[in-house]
């Protein structure tokens, strides 16, 4: 079943909302995820897809999983959001951590 792209742009696809079926089956497809503390990450790291978590005002240690080095977390230590070259910058680290890029 083909889940309706909103937007897609080289390898970004925003999507519309799903049934939670549709977003396991679409997030067992992906090779990484980037998003900050929601549910669609929390399923994600369950279904072993690897990612990247981005935090600000929500403390991140409750959900930095030390033994799992697919996932990993970005936060400011004064509670503002990373800027986007952080963010680009950890998740071109992360990604060839891992073997993916």
């Known amino acids: 079943k083909e889940l309706t792209k909103v937007h897609a742009r080289s390898n970004v696809v ?4 799903t ?3 549709e977003l396991q089956i679409f997030l067992s497809d992906v090779q990484y995820i980037i ?3 929601t549910g669609v990450r929390h399923l994600a790291m369950a279904l072993g897809t690897p990612g ?3 935090f600000s005002i929500t403390i991140p240690y409750r959900n930095i999983n030390v033994y799992d080095l697919k996932q990993k977390c970005l936060f400011e230590r004064d509670g503002q959001w990373p800027s ?6 950890t998740f071109r680290e992360h990604w060839r951590s891992l073997g993916i890029y």
């Open 52 to 54: 990247l978590g981005i």
């Open 19 to 21: 049934t939670l079926e």
């Open 14 to 17: 925003l999507r519309k909302s």
């Open 84 to 89: 986007p070259q952080r963010v680009i910058q």
């Open 35 to 37: 998003s900050n503390d």
